[in-house]
Nanobody
Framework: QERLVESGGGLVQAGGSLRLSCAVFGNIFSFNALGWYRQAPGIQRELVAAITNGGSTNYGDSVKGRFTISRDNAKNTAYLQMNSLKPEDTAVYYC????????????WGQGTQVTVSS
């Protein structure tokens, strides 16, 4: 059964970097896209970055130029490299996987906390 497990969160100072990992248990190729979302207290969950099976990427406006999403199909893992972190990046980060066929299915990890101190 498919599941996603995030790791790599933690506490970092502003300007620092973190790399999040999302281990995909299941066939990574069966998902049309993998993504990262984040949710801060009192704020709606928002897209951080997404990557398709073909390697196309999409980023939220607030992280463009600072964050990079990638995937290693051989390791069944997706990554989110976060550089130049800001206090406003503080949130719980969730890994997401979407399968479109035969019907749309969406999977979520349990989340990993990222805290950026000023």
């Amino acid at each position: 059964q498919e599941r996603l497990v995030e790791s790599g969160g933690g506490l970092v100072q502003a300007g620092g970097s973190l790399r999040l990992s999302c281990a995909v248990f299941g066939n990574i190729f069966s998902f049309n896209a993998l993504g990262w979302y984040r949710q801060a207290p009192g704020i709606q969950r928002e897209l951080v970055a997404a990557i398709t099976n073909g390697g196309s990427t999409n980023y939220g406006d607030s992280v463009k130029g600072r964050f990079t999403i990638s995937r290693d199909n051989a390791k069944n893992t997706a990554y989110l490299q976060m550089n130049s972190l800001k206090p406003e990046d503080t949130a719980v980060y969730y890994c997401n996987a979407v399968r479109l066929y035969p019907q749309r299915m969406e999977y979520w990890g349990q989340g990993t906390q990222v805290t950026v101190s000023s």
